[in-house]
Nanobody
């Protein structure tokens, strides 16, 4: 069973930075989309940033120019560099990956357990 494990969350002051990492492991043949979502209390989960296998990226308007998503395909890892953090970035951040467990099998989305990011103003 594939697993996604996030790390790098924490408490930071406004204007600071954090780097999140997410490693996919287990029975994996191929990984396609990898990305980061976040969910703040009382709000819906939203896409923060995503990256394709070949490096095409997509960002929420609220983080453009401040966050950078990247991936290392050899390590099955996706990163999120978050700069100039704001109080409104406070949320639980979830890693997501669309992956195949067997050749010719279905592509399914898997989620990490989430990591808390808290930005104090």
């Amino acid at each position: 069973q594939p697993r996604l494990v996030e790390s790098g969350g924490g408490l930071v002051q406004a204007g600071g930075f954090l780097r999140l990492s997410c490693v996919a492991s287990g029975s994996i043949v191929s990984i396609y989309f990898m990305g980061w979502y976040r969910q703040a209390p009382g709000k819906r989960r939203e896409l923060v940033a995503g990256i394709s296998t070949v490096g095409n990226t997509d960002y929420a308007d609220s983080v453009k120019g401040r966050f950078t998503v990247s991936r290392d395909n050899a390590k099955n890892t996706v990163y999120l560099q978050m700069n100039n953090l704001k109080a409104e970035d406070t949320a639980v951040y979830y890693c997501a990956a669309d992956l195949q467990r067997a050749r010719g099998g279905l592509t399914q989305r898997y989620w990490g357990q989430g990591t808390q990011v808290t930005v104090s103003s």
